[in-house]
């Protein structure tokens, strides 16, 4: 028998106007309905329906992970710092990680995520490969403390995660406790329905397997991925490849020197020489860790400096000042060109081919050069894919242009390998006697973040709209105001109720009928019962909260049919 | 359908010796039997089985909560330090507060309880007398710094805890949240199986109802109680009171001096006087707030320091040193008596009532008095309950002699009042339109310390065992070793997990019979059914793990037995 939550007892407070610090429409609805209130910056309090709506995702995410035998522990939040100063992690998340002492200066950190914890329980559980494979998973507060807490629940520095971690002794062990929690995601964000992809989270034209991540496609996402509208090829921005292709400079005359006064940048040069900004090389700058280095891409692409920092961490990787051309002559700002520059390590878009020709910089103020080939007239010492992807960039697969899109990353996946194990020693005892270094998996959902994503993919222009799984109740019976609607409203929810069938019931008094219909809308379950002016009669609207039809039933069939629903 | 859970796929490892740093039986048996492992001092980690022992406590109070109408809400756990200074709090609990601060310097603290945080959620939330009552939940980690984290899981510095809170405009309406709560906690320990008794927490022969206790009496609890084998009177040690009775002095001589040299102790005087202790007055210097006071109590008995803070906070209490005598003629070490100590304070116990006759110093070195007169030669200025209780002292409802035993606190409820209102200002408007100040009520359940409450109370020497609602399965099958009693054991598994027992099968290959039975034993799931030599027969041995008594049974009756227990 399911609860009836009388509206009248519960805590809810609905608002007209969006909160003044909201900017996404998650933040705005979950605020506006009722769910959430914001405690601190990026610090969340989770209302009664809100409450209904997290514990309705970690149901669906804890049946699917012990369908695919993962075991649920729970592990401490408040973690010591020896095991994240042994990966390096402690030092690594920088200012994303919450520090703090105990009373006895004993340093301790919140934990952002687990390998390292779950590492040390493995090794002390398990001794032989008869004890493994091991999927262990927990649903837990997580803690990062991020720089600009935004989005209201989507990113905040305090929230809920399923992580989980597999530990087996073979790769093939591996590659199969990944497909298992793949299909799982899979399975959990459908039953969720939310609207995702999973795309490839690592270079490579063939899209590796080895980390991907869910995305839900909404605007307020602050991933962006590609998808080819041909092939099933489906990337994050920053594993995208570009497939180069050799061109032929046979017929390609010497390098010419231009004179090109006052053309220190792309847009000036290709205004002077008329031509498009495609056809020259541009050449930034960096520098990584200390050193200069130049980095070669197309005059009418943009340097990703995240993507560039990945390819070279761990690495650190900054821009150029004004103090770093002091003493080199040989590098002549605005007019740098790959050939010549003897001293300067030169890394380059694959885009810039072998045998593509480009107007570049001279090395000299004011001059420029042409047919300046890759190959012929400079060496390129890396080639990394370092451009911001665009719209219709070629898909790596089959060619076609790409669709660029933003997406919340509600989950992700990764096969770690012997990182930690090889950090902590964890081996078991192999099938001949031997030790073996064990492999690992790593596997997150965003579990609150998932209740925003479903928010922003599912609400309209009247409120937030649930898929009925993760709905606070099945439906919401709304008492128009007078004391025979009321008592009918009340009658059909205890038989809905008796029948299984969660249900909210609006039965405040004093509250006017539109304000009751407007609030109804606005907290979005996904089916609303009216009992209105046909009371007398034992009829009642019934509405679908998305299509917004409606019907006029007896209150036999609105719960026949709706306990039918459940089924 | 329930789940059946393979041993050969649980990450389970038992340990045949306990633990080098365990003191207490939950500790030793909990990691023994692979529930619970430590990750630093008083911070656990919760291993499969002890997870659903965990989830089974966390569903019976939840269960309980939502049947007095609680609503569940989760706070964040990260908490902004404005609220608790504003409430004091943030200095009040000293050392046992994580405070951190974050990647802007601003301050915050992991929360060890909400009264704070709820306040304010209702302010924002309630502002009509017809949004209240409200009773709000949350199950949720709790953090408190533990000078000396110890007991296992009974006293962590991560925990769980279920607190709630109660919301009312009137005091009956707060008395009323409060019994709602006391009958669910009742329900909530009878349905955990656990042993317990409600104490009362506040001073008062009446036994006040404003704050009560429910201590699981168990060796290892670090709280003391007292029962009347008598009548219904329980009490926190620290709340019991004694009732006085004055004495009639008329007969009593008047006060005379003794020459006692070298008696500055109550044992070498009544030794040298040949009277028993409790003849005497035993007269305490401490200094409250600095100034010295006296504290008489007999001198048969011990003045219970932390009952006299308690009475006298927020006042500080220090013992005296020596150079609290310098320049204090008056006060004579060792030989102090309230007649003639006109500039001290004197605090005494009931028991010193007016009319009763003590021998007691005399303020002059080596030298006593007797035949004073509580009410005759000196006045009490305030008498206070402040003598340790003792096994007999009798008790203040009928006058038998209690019983002194030992617990764990295993719940609190506490009427708080306005508190908290006044210090946030939470007022309603009221039934005659004027604000209303809102009196509340807060409540906890330690719930990982339930689950270390029930391992003291139910193990035996053969391990832990739990009652059903609590244990990680209803039924452990143990398959002796031979293929077909592992086949027996698996189908027989199958039938009882497709009839909703939920199962744990031990089909672990490679371990000896002996060490799946001393297993099973261990881990105390309330029914064991073993398929051993009759297995070919389809008769299987079914053990009750309380009472050890066992019988051979076919495989079908097992089967419908198991099944109609869960009725």
Chains 1, 2 share one sequence.
Not at 9 to 31: F, G, Q, S, W, Y
Request: with cysteine; hydrophobic share 40%.
């Amino acid at each position: 028998m399911a609860q009836v939550q009388r509206m009248s007892r519960l805590m809810i407070k609905t608002l007209r106007d969006d909160p003044a610090d909201a900017e996404t429409l998650n933040h705005k609805l979950l605020v506006r309905a009722g769910y959430v209130r914001r405690t601190a910056a990026g610090i969340w309090t989770w209302l009664p329906l809100g409450k209904k709506v997290l514990e309705n995702v970690t149901r669906v995410v804890r049946e699917e992970m012990d369908a695919i035998g993962g075991q649920e522990v729970l592990l401490p939040a408040l973690l010591p710092k020896e095991p994240y100063e042994a990966s390096g992690r402690y030092d690594e998340y920088g200012d994303l990680l919450f520090r703090l002492q105990d009373r006895k200066g004993a340093d301790y950190l919140l934990g952002p995520t687990h390998e390292e914890i779950f590492t040390q329980v493995v090794k002390d559980m398990c001794s032989s490969y008869k004890d493994l494979p091991v999927i262990l998973y927990q649903i837990q507060t997580k803690y990062r403390d991020e720089a600009r807490p935004r989005a209201g629940v989507l990113r905040g520095r305090e929230f809920q995660m399923k992580d989980s971690y597999s530990f087996d002794t073979t790769d093939e062990g591996l590659a199969e406790a990944y497909q298992l929690h793949r299909a799982a995601y899979i399975r959990i964000f459908e039953r969720l329905g939310l609207d995702h992809r999973v795309v490839s989270a690592v270079s490579g034209a063939m899209g590796g397997s080895a980390s991907e991540e869910f995305l839900a496609p909404a605007p307020a996402g602050e991933d962006t991925f590609v998808d080819c509208p041909n092939c099933d090829y489906a990337a994050n921005t920053e594993a995208v490849t570009f497939v180069a292709t050799a061109a032929d400079a046979s017929a390609v005359p010497a390098v010419e020197e231009l004179d090109t006064p006052d053309t220190p940048t792309i847009e000036t040069l290709a205004d002077f020489l008329g031509v498009p900004a495609s056809a020259t090389l541009k050449n930034l700058l960096v520098k990584v860790d200390g050193e200069i280095v130049a980095v070669g891409v197309p005059g009418d692409r943009e340097v990703d400096l995240g993507k560039l920092g990945e390819h070279l961490a761990p690495a650190e990787v900054e821009l150029v000042t004004a103090e770093d051309f002091v003493g080199r002559p040989d590098l002549v700002r605005g007019y740098v060109g790959p050939q010549g520059l003897e001293k300067v390590r030169y890394i380059a878009d694959p885009r810039v081919a072998a045998g593509t020709s480009w107007i570049t910089g001279a090395n000299k103020e004011g001059v420029h050069a042409r047919n300046v080939v890759a190959g012929r007239d400079f060496e390129v010492d890396q080639y990394l894919d370092v451009v911001v992807v665009e719209a219709d960039d070629p898909c790596p697969k089959c060619g076609t242009g790409l669709r660029v899109d933003r997406a919340i990353e509600i989950g992700h996946i990764f096969q770690l390998g012997r990182k930690y194990a090889d950090i902590f020693s964890l081996d078991v005892l192999g099938q001949q006697g031997k030790p073996v270094r064990v492999t690992m998996g790593s596997y997150g959902i965003g579990v609150s973040r998932a209740v925003a994503a479903l928010a922003e993919q599912t609400a309209d222009d009247k409120g937030l709209c649930w898929p009925r799984e993760i709905a606070p109740a099945d439906v919401h019976v709304v008492a128009a105001g007078k004391a025979l609607q009321t008592e009918l409203a009340l009658d059909v929810a205890a038989k809905l109720g008796d029948a299984g069938v969660r249900v909210m019931v609006d039965d405040r008094a004093g509250v006017s009928p539109g304000v009751k219909f407007t609030d109804a809308e606005l907290i979005g379950v996904p089916k609303i019962l009216v009992a209105g002016r046909r009371s007398a009669e034992g009829v009642v609207e019934l509405k679908d909260r998305r299509t917004g039809e409606r019907e006029e039933i007896t209150v036999d069939e609105a719960v026949a049919r709706l306990t039918a629903d459940l089924a």
